[in-house]
């Protein structure tokens, strides 16, 4: 295998960022990604289930800690919106999907893991189109099934891609 310890080529980075903030710049940014995660896990808490968040209240005092997972099974259960269809709309939305496939013991979930250096504004607009999300899927569960709805591509067949990869490009001429 071409590197079977991995890509040692990321190490410098790490350690570079690491040196560049010091112990106390990581604390802030810590802080901050924590902070982040806290705003909108409460933002999205009356439109989605947050998992976990009692369990770690119980251990630190409140709150999640740097990410907040969605349990979208009740939305599932009341509209058949899939966390899939859920992320699919965020593309719609502008924004690349969140993690849905981890961690795997959380089934229909939706994993938001905001960084340090997110803004206020961009939280709330990302925690905006989330609130748009959860009334689409009560008002018209169609558009979050058929979603993306306004990119060039749309759904992709991922069951066929995995079964029978194209490993190969070639310039289809109709």
């Known amino acids: 295998s071409a590197a079977p310890l991995g890509n040692a080529g990321v190490l410098p980075i790490s350690w570079m960022y690491m040196r560049m903030m ?26 989605y289930a947050i998992h ?15 990410e907040c997972i969605l349990d979208l099974r009740p939305l599932k259960e009341t509209s058949g919106v899939s966390a899939e269809d859920v992320a699919k709309r965020l593309i719609d939305y502008g924004y690349h999907p969140p993690t ?33 999300i ?15 709805v306004t990119t060039p591509v749309r759904r992709l067949d991922q069951t066929g891609a995995a079964r029978q990869p194209r490993l190969k490009w070639t310039r289809e001429t109709t």
Not at 36 to 44: D, G, H, K
Not at 104 to 132: H, R, W
Not at 134 to 148: K, S, T, V, W
Request: hydrophobic residues 40%.
């Open 100 to 132: 849905i496939y981890f961690p795997l013991v959380v089934k229909g979930s939706i994993m938001i893991e905001p960084t340090e250096t997110e803004s206020q504004e961009t939280l709330d607009e990302f925690c905006d189109a989330m609130i748009q």
């Open 22 to 47: 010091g112990s106390e710049g990581l604390t802030a940014a810590t802080e901050s990604a924590i902070l982040a995660a806290n705003y909108v896990a409460a933002r999205l808490a009356g439109h």
């Open 134 to 148: 959860a009334r689409e899927a009560r008002e018209n569960p169609q558009l979050i099934h058929d979603a993306p």
């Open 52 to 66: 976990y968040s009692g369990e770690i209240e119980a251990l630190k005092g409140g709150g999640v800690v740097h």
